[in-house]
């Protein structure tokens, strides 16, 4: 019954030291870090924003547009993955910032762009498969 040897979750055949994750090194993991950290700061200008106009940042709307946008966001890049679109870290981007106005406005807070009237890319077939509208319909009326 000696001692077991603790194997590492996640062994790194290159670190070197036992305080370096190799998940610290992997240049995927850093350009993602970089998307969050460009969103969250998109995020904190906004909700400035929405203070000066006297929108409290405890409001109960702020969480309900939050969780919107990350459900919308998450469908939008499945079905665009299932449609062949490649993402990138622009597109990730984009599309959040979009979609986050858009819940904004579904929740009667009007402090950016309602994703229709948004130039974000795909948006003709994101609006198809998100709300149900398309072009024709929307020229006829």
């Given at each position: 019954m000696?001692?077991?040897?603790?194997?590492?979750?996640?062994p790194d055949p290159e670190a070197r030291g036992e305080g370096v994750p190799f998940w610290d090194r992997d240049p995927a993991i850093k350009a993602m870090r970089r998307?969050?950290?460009?969103?969250?700061?998109?995020?904190?200008?906004?909700?400035?924003?929405?203070?000066?106009e006297?929108?409290?940042?405890?409001?109960?709307?702020?969480?309900?547009?939050?969780?919107?946008?990350?459900?919308l966001?998450?469908?939008v890049?499945?079905?665009?993955?299932?449609?062949?679109?490649?993402?990138?870290?622009?597109?990730?981007e984009e599309l959040f910032m979009a979609l986050f106005d858009h819940a904004l406005a579904e929740?009667?807070?009007?402090?950016?762009?309602?994703?229709?009237?948004?130039?974000?890319?795909?948006k003709v077939e994101i609006e198809q498969h998100l709300f149900g509208t398309s072009r024709e319909a929307s020229t006829d009326s």
């Amino acid at each position: 019954m000696g001692g077991a040897v603790k194997k590492k979750r996640f062994p790194d055949p290159e670190a070197r030291g036992e305080g370096v994750p190799f998940w610290d090194r992997d240049p995927a993991i850093k350009a993602m870090r970089r998307v969050f950290k460009n969103l969250e700061r998109w995020e904190e200008r906004k909700l400035r924003k929405l203070q000066r106009e006297h929108i409290p940042t405890w409001d109960p709307k702020l969480r309900r547009v939050h969780e919107r946008a990350v459900r919308l966001h998450t469908r939008v890049l499945k079905y665009l993955a299932r449609n062949g679109v490649a993402w990138t870290h622009d597109l990730y981007e984009e599309l959040f910032m979009a979609l986050f106005d858009h819940a904004l406005a579904e929740n009667g807070i009007y402090a950016g762009v309602p994703f229709q009237k948004s130039r974000c890319r795909y948006k003709v077939e994101i609006e198809q498969h998100l709300f149900g509208t398309s072009r024709e319909a929307s020229t006829d009326s």
